[in-house]
């Protein structure tokens, strides 16, 4: 393996980092990517077996903890009422996504100003605009255009099918004249640039065997290798170097074999999500940045944001083959989006519809609900549950508190000995009014889509799926990590692309405005190259 | 007298446990749980969980020393009903036993071809065939184009 000196280095092989990788390949900079995780094979993935739902709650759970595969690093979360969840491969954590694509909203951006909480944003929807859809066509959207919560944009792709249950409850919002609509999906509705359209398989979470999920391992990698991009997979980083200066001038990482690298670079940039990032920039100590990198504002691993999630189901008489169909794609709801203050909080959240679960899964969360027994009743009580539900999550704001953190574990390490990251995260008493106050509008719902009884889990522990905040973006340098283009305000040639910029966190899905902001920043290096570093 | 060998690893315990825990339904159509040979494959994952294992193992062998106690050939040799009095009666102090063998048992027995086909599933991996689904309702998309017009 050559460790020849190269342009840009990107660490982190996910949404975002591939992305970034695509679009600044041919600006004239080699670039070499490193990530800790292999290449996935489609013809692996769980659906392609019966014991698909088996191998879920294993080797492709969500947690890195629950899997504990080489490529994973353990992550103490004691302290957190939420779990992180990711997955670790060329392809990041799109490996297992839901691909429910939902862009932040224009007022997300200005949250300060428009409701007093939070901070606004040094950019807004409207910087993002273009690389929103550019994003939607590298990555194969659909949906349905002129959705009025949204400016108006047109999907590549028309949208998916709302199936049985996505109509069932789609008619509930009808009756109580609620905003819903199909969601944008980064699943192709229709063959799409030699990408199979969906068939429909439903465990979407354990790697999609048809290859219509929008991976970036299937969009931007294979675009981005015939640029010129090269991926050094299995390669974890250990620590960013720095020169005498304070500049980042490479990295030390641990090879597929084990063995300790140094790759040298002339730009450093960090997509290894909300945790990955932090815990990479605390590891990275030296005498010039003695809190860990890019961390003179002391704000690097502080205000993690999650989204706490609410999941209220409904049991119907009639079956609604929920169990087919893309299971976390179906359509959205910002009927409670905005602030109201007159429901006793502030900001809102949305609803996504879900299909159902397959059968090993109903009978597990059944259980776990206490409405399905072992013993004599169990076959009854199954058959009322299974095919016969459908789903609402509550994606909830989540306010930046700097009291919500990634930090070193003291102990912790992976498996190359280098330390872990420690979770601290206490659900906020806005939160908690909010996943009430979704609880409630979602059995109403419901309720009128004709559900004959609803269940709810106020705060699902195991959904921390987005990770966001943790090296937020600002003007200021000691109120923030990385500037408005992603660059470090200490370290002028380190760059942060990932989730971890979030000054905020809407009550979206994050990743569409992830990938749609390193594409910006990588627009703009190459549109400010000859100035990049000039006040370094 | 032999000892008997400890409950996980008594293949007839533990399919005699298993037919108690998902038992066959009442119309036929679907197997109880030990009748498919499904010990083997549970027990093995529960012994490599280090956290319900230990539980589950304790829980089974209370299970067997109270049924031993009760008939001869312990719970192999026991009517469901009198064989369910002698797994509840042990879960107070046991609480974890069911729920750490369902852990592996629901995924084992609802991927069983024959299972599948009992609840109206084929029995097939979702891919390579998939599934269709019903398209979007067009009267609903009839009322949101109307709203996008307001
Ligand atoms: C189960 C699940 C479902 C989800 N569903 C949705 C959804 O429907 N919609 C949505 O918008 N979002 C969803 N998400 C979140 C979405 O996947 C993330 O927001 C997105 O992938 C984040 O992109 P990223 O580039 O920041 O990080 P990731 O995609 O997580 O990629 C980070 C990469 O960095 C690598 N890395 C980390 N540290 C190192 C190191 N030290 N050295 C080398 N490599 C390193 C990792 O191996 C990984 O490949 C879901 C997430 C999960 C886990």
């Known amino acids: 393996m050559s460790n020849e000196p190269v342009g840009v280095l990107v660490i982190g092989a996910g949404a975002s980092g591939a992305a970034f990788a695509w679009s600044i390949a041919g600006a004239g900079m080699s670039v070499l990517c490193l990530d800790q995780g292999p290449w996935m094979k489609q013809r692996d993935y769980p659906s392609n077996g019966l014991d698909w739902e088996e191998r879920g709650l294993g080797e492709f759970a969500t947690s890195p903890n629950v899997r504990g595969l080489p490529a994973d690093y353990p992550v103490n979360e004691q302290d957190s009422d939420i779990s992180p969840l990711m997955f670790n491969a060329v392809g990041g954590s799109t490996i297992l996504w839901a691909a429910h694509f939902p862009r932040l909203t224009p007022k997300d951006f200005r949250m300060k100003s428009d409701d007093g909480v939070g901070a606004d944003w040094p950019i807004d929807y409207q910087t993002l605009e273009p690389y929103f859809a550019l994003n939607d066509r590298m990555m194969g959207v659909s949906g349905l255009s002129g959705d009025p919560a949204y400016p108006y944009h047109e999907p590549p792709l028309p949208p998916l099918p709302l199936g049985k249950s996505g109509n069932t409850l789609a008619a509930g919002f009808e009756k109580l004249g609620w905003h819903w609509w199909p969601s944008d999906s980064a699943i192709l509705s229709r063959e799409y640039e030699g990408r199979e359209a969906c068939i429909n398989l439903g465990p979407c979470l354990t790697g999609c065997a048809q290859g219509a999920k929008a991976s970036t391992d299937i969009t931007y990698w294979p675009v981005a290798q015939r640029k010129g991009v090269k991926v050094r997979s299995g390669c974890r980083v250990r620590e960013i170097t720095v020169r005498e200066d304070g500049m980042a001038d490479g990295v030390l990482y641990y090879d597929e074999e084990g063995q300790l690298q140094e790759q040298k670079a002339e730009i450093v940039v960090l997509a290894c999500n909300g945790i990955g990032t932090p815990r990479l920039l605390l590891n990275s100590k030296s005498q010039q940045h003695p809190d860990g990198l890019a961390n003179s504002s002391g704000l690097v691993g502080k205000n993690l944001m999650f989204h706490p999630y609410a999941m209220i189901t409904g049991i119907f008489e009639e079956p609604l083959h929920g169990r087919r169909g893309p299971v976390g794609c179906s359509f959205w709801s910002h009927e409670f989006y905005q602030t109201d203050r007159s429901r006793g909080f502030v900001r809102g959240y949305s609803f996504e519809a879900i299909r159902g679960l397959g059968p090993a899964q109903t009978a597990l969360q059944g259980m776990v609900q206490g409405f399905i027994p072992w013993g004599e009743d169990h076959h009854r009580a199954f058959a009322r549950l299974y095919d016969h539900t459908a789903t609402l999550l509550g994606i909830t704001e989540d306010l930046p508190e700097d009291t919500n953190t990634v930090t070193l574990d003291p102990e912790l390490k992976d498996s190359h000995g280098i330390p872990a990251p420690k979770v601290t995260y206490r659900l906020s008493e806005n939160s908690r009014k909010m996943l009430a106050h979704a609880v409630e509008r979602a059995t109403e719902v419901l309720t009128a889509a004709g559900a004959v009884e609803t269940v709810a889990e106020p705060l699902m522990r195991g959904a921390g799926w987005h990770l966001m905040g943790t090296a937020r973006m600002g003007r200021d340098p000691k109120a923030s990590v990385v500037n408005e283009r992603g660059q470090a305000h200490d370290v002028k040639n380190l760059f942060i692309v990932d989730g971890s910029v979030f000054v905020t966190a809407g009550g979206v899905n994050p990743t569409s405005t992830i990938q749609a902001f390193a594409l910006y920043v990588a627009d703009s290096i190459k549109k400010n190259i000859e100035t990049l570093f000039d006040d370094a | ?150």
């Open chain 2, 1 to 150: 007298m032999t000892e008997p060998p400890a409950a996980l690893n008594d293949p007839r315990f533990m399919k005699a446990l298993l037919d108690l825990v998902i038992p066959p339904s009442a119309p036929g159509d679907l197997p109880g749980a030990g009748a498919l040979g499904l010990s083997a494959a549970v027990v093995t994952a529960i012994q490599a969980d280090p956290a319900l294992g230990p539980l589950v193992e304790a829980g089974t062998q209370a299970v067997q020393e109270s049924a031993l106690s009760q008939h001869p050939e312990g719970l192999a040799g026991m009517a469901p009903q009198a064989g369910v009095k002698v797994v509840e009666a042990q879960l107070a102090a046991h609480p974890f036993l069911i729920m750490g063998i369902l852990r592996y048992l629901y995924p084992a027995y609802y991927q069983h071809p024959q299972v599948l086909e009992g609840i109206g599933e084929p029995p097939r991996p979702p891919f390579p065939e998939g599934f269709d689904v019903e398209a979007t309702d067009a009267e609903l998309l009839e009322k949101l184009r109307a709203r996008r017009k307001v």
